[in-house]
């Protein structure tokens, strides 16, 4: 098993800056890509960004230019720095990976529990 936990959620004013943290630990063999996702009420799940253990990333389209997704490899952990944020940005923020255990050579999609990060206009 794979647990996935979210730290770094909260309230900030738009245009403020907030940096979300994901760290996995378990019985981890390797893990594949790592990234974001978020739901706002109402609405469906959405990407935010991933990043390969390659350093590879994609972004969704509203966050290019003011999220940025990083990793690192050794912790087991990714990060999302969010600048310039918006009040359309507010959503429980998930964390996601795609990882292999020791005890499975089957690679599944792991979810952290969320954080909620809310922007005031």
């Known amino acids: 098993q794979v647990h996935l ?21 378990g019985s981890i063999f390797s893990i594949n890509a790592m990234g974001w996702y978020r ?8 990407l935010v960004a991933t ?3 390659g350093g590879s990333t994609n972004y969704g389209d509203s966050v290019k230019g ?14 999302l720095q969010m600048n310039s944020l918006k009040p359309e940005d507010t959503a429980v923020y998930y964390c996601n990976a795609e990882a292999v255990t020791v ?9 952290g529990q969320g954080t909620q ?4 206009s």
């Not at 739901?39 to 959405?46: I, L, T, V």
């Not at 005890?103 to 979810?111: A, K, Q, R, S």
């Not at 990060?117 to 005031?120: G, I, K, L, Q």
Request: aromatic share 8%.
């Open 66 to 79: 003011r999220f940025t997704i990083s990793r690192d490899n050794a912790k087991n952990t990714v990060y």
């Open 5 to 25: 936990v979210e730290s770094g959620g909260g309230l900030v004013q738009a245009g403020g800056s907030l940096r979300l943290s994901c760290v996995a630990s």
């Open 39 to 46: 739901q706002a009420p109402g609405k469906q799940r959405e």
């Open 117 to 120: 990060v809310t922007v005031s």
């Open 103 to 111: 005890h499975n050579p089957i690679e599944y999609d792991y979810w």
């Open 51 to 53: 990043i390969t253990s």
